[in-house]
């Protein structure tokens, strides 16, 4: 169900590691994706605090991307309603943030480990046997 999902697109251990032009292609579409979740979660953010908290625009902009980026808001909060948003935004904020990091390391990590776990050919092994031998003389 998950694999068929187009932007998780990992090679099996059996199959060769992507040529770089490939690997390049799927980190930007990982990029875009994580783009995508911190814009989205800015335009919460923005009209929560524009809405609940009738700041003005730009205003709403800056509390957003403060609390997004974790350093907390910059306008005190007047209405119930806007602190509890700004509470339940920041806890989401916190998650997202992790969440968009390991977007961003996932297909970096798994190149470096599906590297590691390629299949080695089979002369290389005699190649390692003829070593010992030659050793132990």
């Given amino acids: ?75 005190p909060l007047h209405t119930k309603a806007g602190k509890l948003f700004a509470s339940f935004y920041a806890l989401y904020s916190g998650l997202a943030i992790i969440s968009v990091a390991g977007l961003l390391i996932a297909p970096i990590a798994h190149r470096f480990l599906h590297h590691f776990h390629l299949e080695q050919p089979r002369d290389s092994g005699q190649k390692h046997k003829k070593i010992e031998k030659s050793s132990s003389i």
């Fill in 1 to 75: 169900m998950i694999n068929s999902l187009p932007v998780i697109d990992f090679e099996r251990r059996n199959e060769p590691l992507l040529p770089i032009q490939q690997f390049l292609s799927r980190m930007a579409r990982w990029v875009l994706a994580a783009i995508a979740i911190i814009a989205g979660s800015l335009l919460v953010g923005v009209c929560g605090y524009h809405f609940l908290e009738n700041l003005p625009w730009l205003d709403s902009l800056l509390n957003a991307s403060m609390i997004l980026g974790g350093m907390g808001p910059v306008d």
